[in-house]
Structures are given as structure tokens and as C-alpha cells.
């Protein structure tokens, strides 16, 4: 073999090992969710690795490699930031590092985290880059994880602000409530036959704003201690009913409720709290049943593989389709309270409680015909 084609030969050799070290790097790239760029700039020539392209939601024919598409994938507001990253890492002659978090435009709409490193490879004589190359990590489900985190340590915070909040409420409100309806409960009394009928009236709207309002405070403590003692167990909501329904029995007999309940399937949850539900969504169907119709009131579940669905269904007013979410509120009322008592809690209870559970509370409703109200619970 001549010199020639024995350098032919090596050549050839030597290409082959380049293509296989080029796929298993490749390989490597795909397999860690990364992409990288090289981008000579004194030949004006870009290039973005097809995993790279793959990050935004692109193949690799429908995105061209330049600085302008750059800028126009990366969201305006990390932009100064990418630049003056470049700027101190172009001044300091690759001293100092250039590694950047910014956010890209996917192709689909959302946003992605990418994790940017890059090295300036080359420089001319005037000092100044002339080849850059850089790899791109996707870390997007690592900055979800994060912000959840830090949501979950944010609703913490709140959580405990609320608590202290209850804490003031059940010592600094409470007490002067019990006051003020001590005192005009005393003076009624004491003084009926020396009040003329306007002071009487005074007194009788100040009595009941203050049960209300102590009402009302109550029930927000309620709210602030869902969950507090949370310890999931097996519980028979059958049980629960019977003792609901007994709670009930004086209610339920002087508005001569008929009440139809299937047989409910053993569920893991928090005893006290899913009796809250019942009894939330049992009141309600009685207080807002028409007026001349027996109230009929049918409870039942139905178990799935994943959940349990039970049902609380009423013959009552209904609730107009605009309202269907607003009434799991806190304090949000869709009637006056002339005529329809009620704090504005009841919901938002079974709401909360509900969700503790990893589950789903919603409601179907035809006004003039009834309301149907659904909760979920993991199974």
C-alpha cells in the first residue's frame, strides 16, 4: 500500500470514529434532555443540535439557527439578563462563568426552564469572540417542583397567619360580642316598660347583629380548624348518617322531610369532618325547600376504582347556573338573610374539607326543581 492510500485509509478511519463518537454524544445529549449551539461567528454560521430545536416543541427543518431566533424564543424580561452574563463573561476572558436560568417560548404556548451554559471557545487578536458554543439543559420540571414548594411554604405561612387570626378572634372578638348581647338581653328585660317602641326596635337589631356576628365568628374558627387533627382512617359513612340525621331528627320532623338513602360504601377519611359535609349539605336541602312541597332528600355514592362519588339531591329552589361555583365561597350568600339564615360558611366548609380529602365537591342545579350536590373521595 503507498503513503497515499494508506493516508486515505487512516482518514477514513479516522472519520468513522468521529461519526461514532458524534452519535453516542448525541446519544448522551438526548438521554439527559440537553441540546447545545455552536456559533461561529466570524464565518456567520450557527448550529442547534436537533434535541436542542426538541426543547421548544420543534423539529429540526422547522427552526433556523441565529442570534435573531434567540431572541425571539427567550421571554423579553430574561433578556438583559442573558446579556449582561455574556457581557461580564466576554470582559473577564471566560473567567468568570457564564451560567444563566432563563425562560424560552414552546412552540405550544408554555413556558420552558432552561439551565444555559456557555464558553467562549475562540477570540481574535483585538480580543474580542469569535467562536461560542454552549449546552442547554431543560429544568423545567425541577423549577415546577420548586415553585410548588414554595407555594406549599407560602399557603403554610398563611395558614398559620389565619390560625393566629382565630386565636384573636375566639379571645378579642368573642368577649365583646358576649358583652354587648348580655347587656341589651338586660336592658330588654329590665327596662321593657320604660323603652317606647323605636328604642325596642334599636335594641332588638343590635341582639341580632350580635349573634350573628358571633355566629359568624364561629363559624370562621370552624373553618381555620379543618384538618387540624388529621388522622385518616377507615370510617362507615352509613354511621355517620344515622348519627347526622339523629342530630337533625327536630328539624327534619317539624318540615316533614322524607329522607332516601342508599347504602354508602366504607371510605379512608377524617371522621368528624365528612360528618360536617352531611350535615352542611343535609340543612341547606331543608332551609331552601319550596314552600308547600314536602322536602325529599336522596343521598347515595357511587364507587369507582379510583374514587367514591357520593350525592345529596334536593326538590328545593335550585340555584341559577351563574352561581353554581360562587356559592363555595366563604361568606358568599345568594339570598338575604331575612330570608334565609346562614352565614355564608357551610360551603366553603365542605369545600375545604373536601379537598383535604384529595377530592372534589361541585353542584348541578335546576332552578324550581332541586339541586344536586357531588363530592368525591379518593378510594
Same mark, same amino acid.
Given at each position: ?22 452519535i453516542l454524544f448525541n446519544h448522551i445529549v438526548e438521554s439527559t434532555f440537553s441540546g447545545y449551539f455552536d456559533w461561529n461567528i466570524k464565518e456567520k454560521k450557527e448550529y442547534w443540535s436537533p434535541t436542542l430545536k426538541k426543547m ?44 444563566? %436560568? ?56 398563611r395558614n398559620k397567619e389565619l390560625q393566629q387570626f382565630a386565636y384573636v378572634a375566639s379571645h378579642d372578638l368573642q368577649e365583646p360580642l358576649r358583652t354587648i348581647i348580655s347587656f341589651t338581653e338586660h336592658m330588654s328585660e329590665e ?39 388529621? %388522622?385518616? %382512617? ?20 317539624? %318540615? ?124
Amino acid at each position: 500500500m503507498s503513503e497515499v492510500d494508506q493516508l486515505i485509509q487512516e482518514n477514513k478511519e479516522l472519520k468513522a470514529k468521529l461519526r461514532d463518537k458524534e452519535i453516542l454524544f448525541n446519544h448522551i445529549v438526548e438521554s439527559t434532555f440537553s441540546g447545545y449551539f455552536d456559533w461561529n461567528i466570524k464565518e456567520k454560521k450557527e448550529y442547534w443540535s436537533p434535541t436542542l430545536k426538541k426543547m421548544f416543541g420543534y423539529e429540526n427543518h422547522e427552526l433556523y439557527s441565529s442570534p435573531i431566533t434567540w431572541q425571539r424564543l427567550i421571554y423579553q424580561e430574561d433578556l438583559p439578563i442573558v446579556f449582561d452574563q455574556m457581557d461580564a463573561h466576554i470582559k473577564s476572558r471566560g473567567k468568570i462563568p457564564f451560567d444563566c %436560568k432563563m425562560r424560552f417560548h414552546h412552540k405550544q404556548g408554555f413556558r420552558v426552564w432552561i439551565f444555559c451554559q456557555v464558553k467562549i471557545v475562540e477570540w481574535n487578536e483585538l480580543g474580542r469572540p469569535t467562536r461560542i458554543v454552549g449546552s442547554l439543559t431543560d429544568i423545567t420540571d425541577i423549577k415546577n417542583i420548586q415553585e410548588t414548594e414554595a407555594y406549599v411554604e407560602q399557603l403554610e405561612s398563611r395558614n398559620k397567619e389565619l390560625q393566629q387570626f382565630a386565636y384573636v378572634a375566639s379571645h378579642d372578638l368573642q368577649e365583646p360580642l358576649r358583652t354587648i348581647i348580655s347587656f341589651t338581653e338586660h336592658m330588654s328585660e329590665e327596662y321593657k316598660d320604660r323603652l317606647d317602641e323605636t328604642a325596642k326596635t334599636y335594641l332588638k337589631y343590635i341582639t341580632g347583629a350580635s349573634h350573628r356576628m358571633s355566629e359568624l365568628v364561629k363559624g370562621l374558627l370552624d373553618y381555620t380548624r379543618i384538618g387540624k387533627n388529621f %388522622k385518616i %382512617k377507615k370510617i362507615d359513612p352509613n354511621k355517620i348518617l344515622e348519627a347526622v340525621l339523629q342530630d337533625l331528627h327536630s328539624l327534619l320532623e317539624n %318540615k316533614n322531610v322524607k329522607i332516601e338513602i342508599e347504602k354508602l360504601p366504607k371510605i379512608n377519611g377524617l371522621e368528624t369532618e365528612i360528618r360536617s359535609v352531611f350535615m352542611n349539605l343535609i340543612s341547606n336541602a331543608v332551609k331552601y325547600s319550596k314552600k308547600d312541597v314536602t322536602p325529599i332528600i336522596k343521598i347515595g355514592a357511587i364507587k369507582d376504582v379510583n374514587v367514591v362519588k357520593f350525592f345529596v339531591e334536593d326538590n328545593g329552589i335550585g340555584i341559577e347556573k351563574a352561581y353554581l361555583k360562587r356559592i363555595f365561597l366563604i361568606f358568599q350568600r345568594l339570598h338575604n338573610k331575612n330570608e334565609y339564615e346562614g352565614t355564608g360558611i357551610g360551603l366553603a366548609h365542605c369545600q375545604k374539607i373536601i379537598e383535604l380529602h384529595g377530592g372534589k365537591i361541585w353542584a348541578e342545579s335546576i332552578p324550581n326543581l332541586g339541586s344536586s350536590f357531588f363530592f368525591t373521595i379518593p378510594a
